[in-house]
């Protein structure tokens, strides 16, 4: 039986378990050695702000492929990581192998059997339907006064890297209400004042949110091309031309490419970045 006459028949959006477990995960993992060099500015800012300690327990919210887990671990923690996405974990425990307890969990439900003396995360928190009650809930897993490190990206017009491609298809897109700036994904942690209310909300003390501006590499060889075939797949602008058609996306990609040969034709591409590094008290 159709539609009734009059009524607009709307798409249910997918859950962030759908997102992690299909596309989005799998094209994580594909990517996996790109993504670990376009985030590597970010990681080393990170890991130095958590400034881990041999012998401290480590929770990795939103661990992914495992790369924040492996650099706990050289750092002399013991290390739980805990994602949505099964895809993204198999290859953490390629890569980890049993150095780590890898938990197919949602980080923000998810309940440990022992305290931790430290919750990472590198880009992991900005996915939680109720932010509040994810946060209140890592900060159970926590020992008292321990540490909440995390770094969440600052609004997309400040990213250079996801807003030039962004941008580049804008008169492609069909025409759409304006997106919810609160609605889980990327940037929902963009307004900082927020985000410090959603913490204290939470229970957490000491609140330190920093704003930093960081290089962001595209690619490190291969040229606006390569750079292009990243933001196409993972990304603001890869998400939109997702159900696109072949031709269509081809058009995208000409248009993000020449966007990105505009501000840096050279053979490593970088583009600016702007992060929030936070840090707080359980």
Known sequence: MGAAKGLTMTKTPPTQQELWNNRTGEKWVAFQPELDVMLANVTTRLMARAAIQPGERVLDIGCGTGQSCALALEQGATVTGVDVSGPMLKLAAKRLGERATLCLADAG?????????????????MFFDDPVAAMTRIRGNLKPGGRLVFCCWQAMALNDWANVPAQAIADLLDPAPPSDPLTPGPFAFADDERLHLIL???????????????DIVLTDQGGPDRAARLTAQIGPAAAAMAAW?????????????????????????????AIWLVRAQA
């Open 109 to 125: 439900q998810w309940v440990a059997d022992k305290p931790f003396d430290i919750a990472l995360s590198r880009f992991g928190v």
């Open 200 to 214: 204290a909300a939470a229970g957490y003390t000491n609140i330190e949110i920093v704003p930093l501006t960081v």
């Open 245 to 273: 058609d072949e031709a269509r996306k081809a058009t995208a990609f000409a248009h993000i490419r020449d966007a990105i040969a505009a501000r840096c034709n050279a053979d490593r591409v970088v583009l600016s970045g």
